[in-house]
């Protein structure tokens, strides 16, 4: 199982970026798949969940400027931000969760930064 | 949203002693609570699922309990690749919530 994460960078406030996470091991369109960040120096911060019936659930605090999405002939999750502030700068980790019984983040990619700045 | 607090922040200690990091939730989760292991510069690694199960692979030293709002992790005898940080994280209700860490540092 391997997730890594791509498209990272340095964004103006108020632009946009698109997340990248391939994936090999298991087919992402019928897992449960998550993406969490870090800002530096802190602590750990759920942002979006896609699951596989394609209910998705994000943050309040991303809700209507980031959005969740896979596709299954590349095998690859993305996320889609937008709006972005200096509050989104960050290591973006995407995620398998594995869902059977309780949930649990179980695989984990290497991380992408995100750098917000003017 | 399900609050998390872990207890302590942060840790000394030294190899070979026993310790233990505390996650209290703000109300009832059992058994949805995991833990994470992180060590700088890369992903968290998950150690313990739903209370007390320890993932494929992690060392036996380490260990989970509790129910209901109060857990633990424990670590029976710290191994130097044990200095890292720790986040409890609950997954009973959305969002998914995590503790703010406890970072074991060597004494």
């Known amino acids: 199982v391997q997730l890594v994460e791509s498209g990272g960078g340095l964004v103006q406030p108020g632009g946009s970026l698109r997340l990248s996470c391939a994936v090999s091991?298991?087919?992402?369109?019928?897992?449960?798949m998550a993406w969490v960040r870090q800002a530096p120096g802190k602590g750990l911060e759920w942002v979006s969940v896609i699951y596989s019936g394609d209910s998705t659930s994000y943050a309040d605090f991303v809700k209507g400027r980031f959005t969740i999405s896979r596709d299954n002939s590349k095998n690859t999750l993305y996320l889609q931000m937008n709006s972005l502030s200096v509050d989104d700068m960050a290591v973006y980790y995407c995620?398998?969760?594995?869902?059977?019984?309780?949930?649990?983040?179980?695989?984990w990619g290497q991380g992408t930064l995100v750098i917000v700045s003017s | 949203d399900i609050q998390m607090t872990q207890s302590p922040s942060s840790l000394s200690a030294s190899v070979g002693d026993r310790v233990t990091i505390t996650c209290r939730a703000s109300q009832t989760i059992s058994p949805y609570l995991n833990w994470y292991q992180q060590k700088p510069g890369k992903a968290p690694k998950v150690l313990i699922f739903?209370?007390?199960s320890l993932e494929s692979g992690v060392p036996s030293r380490f260990s989970g309990s509790g129910s209901g709002t109060d857990f633990t992790l424990t670590i029976s005898s710290l191994q130097p690749e044990d200095f890292a940080t720790y986040y409890c994280?609950?997954?009973?209700?959305?969002?998914?919530?995590f503790g703010q860490g406890t970072r074991l540092e060597i004494k």
């Open positions: 739903s209370a007390s």
């Open positions: 995620a398998r969760l594995n869902s059977y019984g309780t949930e649990y983040l179980q695989h």
């Open positions: 091991g298991f087919t992402v369109t019928i897992n449960d």
């Open positions: 994280q609950q997954s009973y209700s959305s969002p998914i919530t």
